[in-house]
Protein backbone atom coordinates (compact mmCIF):
# COMPACT_ATOMS: atom_id res chain seq x y z
CA UNK A 1 0.00 0.00 0.00
CA UNK A 2 1.20 3.56 -1.11
CA UNK A 3 2.30 5.54 1.92
CA UNK A 4 1.25 8.80 -0.09
CA UNK A 5 -1.52 9.39 -2.96
CA UNK A 6 -0.46 12.05 -4.65
CA UNK A 7 -3.73 13.27 -6.81
CA UNK A 8 -3.60 15.60 -9.98
CA UNK A 9 -6.30 17.13 -11.91
CA UNK A 10 -6.28 17.37 -15.83
CA UNK A 11 -7.89 19.07 -18.48
CA UNK A 12 -6.61 20.12 -21.77
CA UNK A 13 -2.40 20.40 -19.60
CA UNK A 14 -0.38 19.25 -22.63
CA UNK A 15 2.09 22.75 -22.10
CA UNK A 16 1.99 21.34 -18.33
CA UNK A 17 2.07 17.39 -18.14
CA UNK A 18 5.87 16.49 -18.48
CA UNK A 19 7.43 19.15 -16.17
CA UNK A 20 4.44 17.83 -13.60
CA UNK A 21 5.38 14.44 -13.83
CA UNK A 22 9.34 15.13 -14.51
CA UNK A 23 9.01 16.69 -11.04
CA UNK A 24 6.74 14.54 -9.18
CA UNK A 25 9.12 11.31 -10.49
CA UNK A 26 12.12 12.75 -9.31
CA UNK A 27 11.08 13.19 -5.86
CA UNK A 28 13.63 12.71 -3.02
CA UNK A 29 11.10 10.02 -1.17
CA UNK A 30 12.38 6.47 -0.46
CA UNK A 31 8.83 5.31 0.61
CA UNK A 32 6.16 3.99 -1.80
CA UNK A 33 4.02 6.75 -3.41
CA UNK A 34 1.26 6.81 -6.48
CA UNK A 35 0.53 9.34 -8.88
CA UNK A 36 -3.06 9.37 -9.49
CA UNK A 37 -3.85 11.66 -12.78
CA UNK A 38 -7.65 12.23 -12.96
CA UNK A 39 -8.62 13.13 -16.86
CA UNK A 40 -11.43 15.31 -17.04
CA UNK A 41 -12.61 14.82 -20.63
CA UNK A 42 -9.39 17.05 -22.12
CA UNK A 43 -9.54 17.76 -25.87
CA UNK A 44 -5.89 18.59 -26.44
CA UNK A 45 -2.97 15.67 -25.81
CA UNK A 46 -2.23 15.26 -23.05
CA UNK A 47 -3.01 12.14 -22.44
CA UNK A 48 -1.18 10.53 -25.37
CA UNK A 49 1.46 12.83 -23.66
CA UNK A 50 1.31 10.91 -20.26
CA UNK A 51 1.37 7.42 -21.69
CA UNK A 52 4.67 7.87 -22.86
CA UNK A 53 5.79 7.27 -19.30
CA UNK A 54 6.58 4.27 -17.94
CA UNK A 55 6.22 4.49 -14.32
CA UNK A 56 4.29 2.01 -11.95
CA UNK A 57 3.53 4.65 -9.98
CA UNK A 58 1.80 6.40 -12.80
CA UNK A 59 -2.50 5.45 -12.53
CA UNK A 60 -4.47 7.68 -15.43
CA UNK A 61 -8.10 7.77 -15.32
CA UNK A 62 -10.88 9.70 -17.07
CA UNK A 63 -13.96 11.49 -16.68
CA UNK A 64 -16.57 11.36 -19.61
CA UNK A 65 -17.88 14.73 -18.97
CA UNK A 66 -16.09 17.76 -17.84
CA UNK A 67 -17.20 18.32 -14.41
CA UNK A 68 -14.42 21.03 -12.73
CA UNK A 69 -11.43 20.11 -10.50
CA UNK A 70 -13.55 19.61 -7.78
CA UNK A 71 -14.93 16.41 -9.48
CA UNK A 72 -11.42 15.15 -10.86
CA UNK A 73 -10.18 15.58 -7.04
CA UNK A 74 -13.28 13.39 -5.89
CA UNK A 75 -12.67 10.47 -8.55
CA UNK A 76 -9.20 10.62 -7.54
CA UNK A 77 -10.16 10.36 -4.05
CA UNK A 78 -12.04 7.24 -3.94
CA UNK A 79 -9.32 5.40 -6.57
CA UNK A 80 -6.23 6.52 -4.18
CA UNK A 81 -4.78 3.85 -1.68
CA UNK A 82 -2.38 5.99 0.16
CA UNK A 83 -1.97 6.79 3.78
CA UNK A 84 -1.72 10.28 3.56
CA UNK A 85 -3.32 12.18 0.05
CA UNK A 86 -1.42 15.27 -1.85
CA UNK A 87 -3.21 17.36 -4.21
CA UNK A 88 -1.04 19.50 -6.66
CA UNK A 89 -2.49 21.39 -9.82
CA UNK A 90 -0.19 20.22 -13.27
CA UNK A 91 0.85 23.93 -13.58
CA UNK A 92 2.25 23.80 -10.25
CA UNK A 93 5.14 22.25 -8.94
CA UNK A 94 6.91 21.00 -5.58
CA UNK A 95 10.62 20.90 -3.91
CA UNK A 96 12.67 17.52 -4.78
CA UNK A 97 12.46 17.13 -0.52
CA UNK A 98 8.60 17.79 0.10
CA UNK A 99 7.04 14.64 0.04
CA UNK A 100 10.02 13.15 2.43
CA UNK A 101 10.13 16.58 4.36
CA UNK A 102 6.09 16.43 5.36
CA UNK A 103 5.88 12.65 5.34
CA UNK A 104 8.56 12.49 7.69
CA UNK A 105 6.77 15.01 9.87
CA UNK A 106 3.81 13.30 9.96
CA UNK A 107 5.08 9.81 10.49
CA UNK A 108 7.09 11.10 13.42
CA UNK A 109 4.22 12.89 15.38
CA UNK A 110 1.21 10.99 14.03
CA UNK A 111 0.41 13.69 12.18
CA UNK A 112 -3.21 14.35 10.77
CA UNK A 113 -2.52 17.41 8.47
CA UNK A 114 0.67 18.61 7.62
CA UNK A 115 2.02 21.69 5.13
CA UNK A 116 4.79 23.87 4.24
CA UNK A 117 4.75 27.18 2.91
CA UNK A 118 4.75 27.68 -0.70
CA UNK A 119 6.21 30.25 -3.49
CA UNK A 120 4.43 32.52 -5.86
CA UNK A 121 5.92 32.70 -9.52
CA UNK A 122 4.92 35.13 -11.85
CA UNK A 123 7.85 35.83 -14.66
CA UNK A 124 10.13 33.25 -13.40
CA UNK A 125 10.49 35.48 -9.86
CA UNK A 126 9.19 34.44 -6.63
CA UNK A 127 7.11 36.93 -5.06
CA UNK A 128 7.38 35.30 -1.68
CA UNK A 129 10.66 35.49 -1.54
CA UNK A 130 11.59 35.40 2.45
CA UNK A 131 7.88 35.50 3.01
CA UNK A 132 6.49 33.12 5.04
CA UNK A 133 3.19 32.64 6.90
CA UNK A 134 4.63 31.86 10.52
CA UNK A 135 7.79 32.19 11.58
CA UNK A 136 9.00 29.16 13.14
CA UNK A 137 7.56 25.50 12.34
CA UNK A 138 4.37 25.60 14.52
CA UNK A 139 1.99 22.89 15.98
CA UNK A 140 -1.95 23.42 16.03
CA UNK A 141 -3.67 21.43 18.56
CA UNK A 142 -6.81 22.09 19.15
CA UNK A 143 -7.59 25.92 20.57
CA UNK A 144 -4.34 26.88 17.65
CA UNK A 145 -6.82 25.34 15.07
CA UNK A 146 -9.61 27.24 16.42
CA UNK A 147 -7.27 30.20 16.15
CA UNK A 148 -6.65 29.74 12.93
CA UNK A 149 -10.08 29.01 11.45
CA UNK A 150 -10.99 32.51 12.93
CA UNK A 151 -8.17 34.20 11.27
CA UNK A 152 -8.94 32.97 7.97
CA UNK A 153 -12.08 34.86 7.97
CA UNK A 154 -10.66 38.10 9.15
CA UNK A 155 -8.01 38.05 7.37
CA UNK A 156 -7.63 38.49 3.36
CA UNK A 157 -3.93 38.59 2.86
CA UNK A 158 -3.33 35.14 4.17
CA UNK A 159 -3.96 33.95 0.51
CA UNK A 160 -2.73 30.20 0.69
CA UNK A 161 -2.20 30.42 4.57
CA UNK A 162 -0.60 26.80 5.59
CA UNK A 163 -3.82 25.69 6.76
CA UNK A 164 -6.43 26.73 4.10
CA UNK A 165 -6.71 25.28 0.77
CA UNK A 166 -6.14 21.57 -0.51
CA UNK A 167 -2.62 21.76 -2.45
CA UNK A 168 0.58 20.96 -1.21
CA UNK A 169 -1.03 19.94 2.29
CA UNK A 170 -0.63 15.67 3.89
CA UNK A 171 -3.84 14.57 4.91
CA UNK A 172 -4.63 11.70 6.68
CA UNK A 173 -6.81 9.67 3.91
CA UNK A 174 -8.96 8.13 6.64
CA UNK A 175 -10.16 11.67 8.13
CA UNK A 176 -11.36 12.28 4.19
CA UNK A 177 -13.23 9.27 4.27
CA UNK A 178 -14.07 8.29 7.92
CA UNK A 179 -15.90 11.44 7.04
CA UNK A 180 -17.21 11.54 3.81
CA UNK A 181 -15.43 14.68 3.04
CA UNK A 182 -15.71 15.50 -0.82
CA UNK A 183 -15.28 18.95 -3.10
CA UNK A 184 -18.26 20.47 -3.33
CA UNK A 185 -18.70 19.83 -7.38
CA UNK A 186 -20.95 22.55 -8.40
CA UNK A 187 -18.74 25.14 -6.90
CA UNK A 188 -15.42 26.00 -8.98
CA UNK A 189 -14.32 28.79 -6.78
CA UNK A 190 -13.05 28.20 -3.52
CA UNK A 191 -14.26 25.07 -3.74
CA UNK A 192 -10.64 23.97 -2.87
CA UNK A 193 -11.12 26.17 0.83
CA UNK A 194 -14.25 24.54 1.24
CA UNK A 195 -12.83 20.90 1.83
CA UNK A 196 -9.81 22.04 3.99
CA UNK A 197 -12.76 23.59 6.14
CA UNK A 198 -14.71 20.29 6.18
CA UNK A 199 -11.57 18.71 6.91
CA UNK A 200 -10.46 21.39 10.04
CA UNK A 201 -13.51 19.88 11.64
CA UNK A 202 -12.31 16.44 12.27
CA UNK A 203 -8.42 16.25 12.79
CA UNK A 204 -6.66 16.01 16.28
CA UNK A 205 -3.39 18.19 15.86
CA UNK A 206 -1.68 19.69 12.47
CA UNK A 207 1.95 20.67 11.52
CA UNK A 208 3.34 23.96 9.88
CA UNK A 209 6.74 23.23 8.13
CA UNK A 210 8.59 26.74 7.70
CA UNK A 211 10.25 25.66 4.26
CA UNK A 212 8.74 27.01 0.49
CA UNK A 213 8.19 23.51 -0.38
CA UNK A 214 5.29 24.27 -2.96
CA UNK A 215 5.58 26.70 -6.04
CA UNK A 216 2.51 27.92 -6.91
CA UNK A 217 2.58 29.86 -10.46
CA UNK A 218 0.77 32.71 -11.82
CA UNK A 219 0.30 33.37 -15.08
CA UNK A 220 -1.14 36.72 -16.26
CA UNK A 221 -2.90 36.97 -19.24
CA UNK A 222 -4.15 33.01 -19.06
CA UNK A 223 -7.93 32.25 -17.90
CA UNK A 224 -7.90 29.75 -15.58
CA UNK A 225 -9.85 26.96 -13.63
CA UNK A 226 -10.34 29.74 -10.82
CA UNK A 227 -11.08 32.28 -13.13
CA UNK A 228 -13.35 30.80 -15.03
CA UNK A 229 -15.07 29.06 -12.15
CA UNK A 230 -16.39 32.31 -11.10
CA UNK A 231 -16.78 33.91 -14.68
CA UNK A 232 -19.96 31.16 -15.17
CA UNK A 233 -21.61 33.09 -12.55
CA UNK A 234 -21.45 32.63 -8.40
CA UNK A 235 -25.13 32.55 -7.04
CA UNK A 236 -25.54 33.87 -3.55
CA UNK A 237 -26.90 30.71 -2.37
CA UNK A 238 -22.82 29.47 -3.05
CA UNK A 239 -21.42 31.86 -0.29
CA UNK A 240 -24.62 30.44 1.79
CA UNK A 241 -23.45 27.09 1.31
CA UNK A 242 -19.87 27.96 2.00
CA UNK A 243 -21.06 29.82 5.34
CA UNK A 244 -23.10 26.82 6.21
CA UNK A 245 -20.02 24.08 6.25
CA UNK A 246 -18.03 27.16 8.06
CA UNK A 247 -20.35 26.74 11.18
CA UNK A 248 -20.55 23.23 10.75
CA UNK A 249 -16.87 23.18 10.98
CA UNK A 250 -17.05 25.46 14.48
CA UNK A 251 -19.73 23.38 15.66
CA UNK A 252 -17.85 20.02 15.17
CA UNK A 253 -14.93 21.91 17.17
CA UNK A 254 -16.93 22.68 20.15
CA UNK A 255 -18.07 26.32 19.67
CA UNK A 256 -21.02 28.09 21.44
CA UNK A 257 -23.95 28.28 19.06
CA UNK A 258 -23.65 32.35 19.76
CA UNK A 259 -20.14 32.56 18.70
CA UNK A 260 -21.04 29.83 15.65
CA UNK A 261 -23.74 32.34 14.44
CA UNK A 262 -21.40 35.19 14.35
CA UNK A 263 -18.77 33.67 13.37
CA UNK A 264 -21.14 32.34 9.72
CA UNK A 265 -22.13 36.14 9.48
CA UNK A 266 -18.54 37.15 9.21
CA UNK A 267 -17.87 34.41 6.88
CA UNK A 268 -20.78 34.99 4.49
CA UNK A 269 -19.55 38.80 4.29
CA UNK A 270 -15.36 38.14 3.91
CA UNK A 271 -16.22 35.70 1.38
CA UNK A 272 -18.92 37.70 -0.90
CA UNK A 273 -15.63 40.46 -0.34
CA UNK A 274 -12.91 38.06 -1.79
CA UNK A 275 -14.87 37.06 -4.41
CA UNK A 276 -16.10 40.68 -5.80
CA UNK A 277 -12.25 41.73 -5.34
CA UNK A 278 -10.92 39.03 -7.11
CA UNK A 279 -13.27 39.62 -10.15
CA UNK A 280 -11.63 43.33 -10.45
CA UNK A 281 -8.25 41.48 -10.21
CA UNK A 282 -9.16 38.98 -12.73
CA UNK A 283 -9.61 41.72 -15.00
CA UNK A 284 -6.35 44.08 -14.22
CA UNK A 285 -4.39 40.80 -14.91
CA UNK A 286 -6.34 40.22 -18.31
CA UNK A 287 -7.65 36.71 -17.04
CA UNK A 288 -11.40 37.68 -18.01
CA UNK A 289 -12.68 39.60 -20.83
CA UNK A 290 -13.77 43.00 -19.15
CA UNK A 291 -17.08 43.14 -20.46
CA UNK A 292 -17.99 39.69 -18.39
CA UNK A 293 -16.68 39.93 -15.80
CA UNK A 294 -18.15 43.37 -14.68
CA UNK A 295 -21.56 41.87 -15.62
CA UNK A 296 -20.83 38.78 -13.29
CA UNK A 297 -19.64 41.46 -10.49
CA UNK A 298 -22.67 43.42 -11.07
CA UNK A 299 -24.86 40.51 -11.33
CA UNK A 300 -23.35 39.32 -7.51
CA UNK A 301 -23.56 42.92 -5.98
CA UNK A 302 -27.34 43.08 -7.31
CA UNK A 303 -27.96 39.76 -5.35
CA UNK A 304 -26.12 40.71 -2.31
CA UNK A 305 -27.80 44.06 -2.10
CA UNK A 306 -31.27 41.78 -2.48
CA UNK A 307 -30.77 39.73 0.08
CA UNK A 308 -31.98 39.76 3.99
CA UNK A 309 -29.75 37.89 4.97
CA UNK A 310 -26.43 39.51 3.56
CA UNK A 311 -28.23 42.91 5.33
CA UNK A 312 -28.33 41.41 8.60
CA UNK A 313 -24.85 40.40 8.26
CA UNK A 314 -22.94 43.33 6.88
CA UNK A 315 -24.01 44.96 10.09
CA UNK A 316 -22.17 43.12 12.14
CA UNK A 317 -18.93 42.39 9.92
CA UNK A 318 -15.86 43.18 11.34
CA UNK A 319 -13.19 44.04 8.41
CA UNK A 320 -9.87 43.68 9.41
CA UNK A 321 -6.48 46.58 9.55
CA UNK A 322 -5.30 44.70 6.13
CA UNK A 323 -8.35 45.10 4.39
CA UNK A 324 -10.23 47.47 2.29
CA UNK A 325 -12.56 49.47 5.08
CA UNK A 326 -14.99 51.07 1.85
CA UNK A 327 -16.26 47.82 0.47
CA UNK A 328 -18.14 46.99 3.64
CA UNK A 329 -19.49 50.42 3.93
CA UNK A 330 -20.45 50.08 0.05
CA UNK A 331 -22.29 46.86 1.08
CA UNK A 332 -23.82 48.62 3.73
CA UNK A 333 -25.08 51.97 2.09
CA UNK A 334 -26.25 49.81 -1.10
CA UNK A 335 -23.80 51.94 -3.90
CA UNK A 336 -22.87 49.62 -6.76
CA UNK A 337 -20.70 52.41 -7.99
CA UNK A 338 -18.82 52.52 -5.08
CA UNK A 339 -18.79 49.13 -4.00
CA UNK A 340 -17.17 48.63 -7.87
CA UNK A 341 -14.26 51.71 -7.37
CA UNK A 342 -13.57 50.05 -3.58
CA UNK A 343 -12.94 46.37 -5.42
CA UNK A 344 -11.00 47.90 -7.73
CA UNK A 345 -8.69 50.15 -5.80
CA UNK A 346 -8.13 47.24 -3.45
CA UNK A 347 -7.45 44.23 -6.61
CA UNK A 348 -4.83 47.04 -7.76
CA UNK A 349 -3.27 47.11 -4.31
CA UNK A 350 -3.40 42.89 -3.45
CA UNK A 351 -1.39 42.77 -6.62
CA UNK A 352 0.85 45.67 -5.91
CA UNK A 353 1.66 44.18 -2.42
CA UNK A 354 2.11 40.42 -4.29
CA UNK A 355 4.53 41.90 -6.59
CA UNK A 356 6.39 44.04 -4.24
CA UNK A 357 6.71 40.38 -2.36
CA UNK A 358 4.78 42.01 0.57
CA UNK A 359 2.04 39.42 1.01
Known amino acids: MPNISIIVPIYNAESHIKKCLDNLLKQDFAESFEIILVNDASTDNSIDLIKKYNSPKIKLHSLSLNSGPGAARNFGIKKALGKYIYFIDVDDTIATNALKTLYSIAKQND??????????IENLENQRKNTYNYRTNKVFENNELIDAMRREIHDPSLGHLALFGCNGRLIRRSIIIDNNILFQEKLRFLEDKLFCWDV?????????????????????????AVAEGISSGFPIENFKLIKNHIQNSFKKRGLSIEEIEKLGEQALIFHI????????????????????????????????????????????????????QLIPKAIAWHSSMLLEFACNRRAKEVLRRRRLGID
Not at 200 to 219: K, N, T
Not at 289 to 299: F, G, M, S
Open 111 to 120: CDFVCADFKR
Open 273 to 324: IQALVSISRFIFVEKLEIKKAKKVRRKIINEIFADTEVLKAIKNYSPSKKES
Open 200 to 224: MGFIRSARYVREQLYSYYVYPNTNT
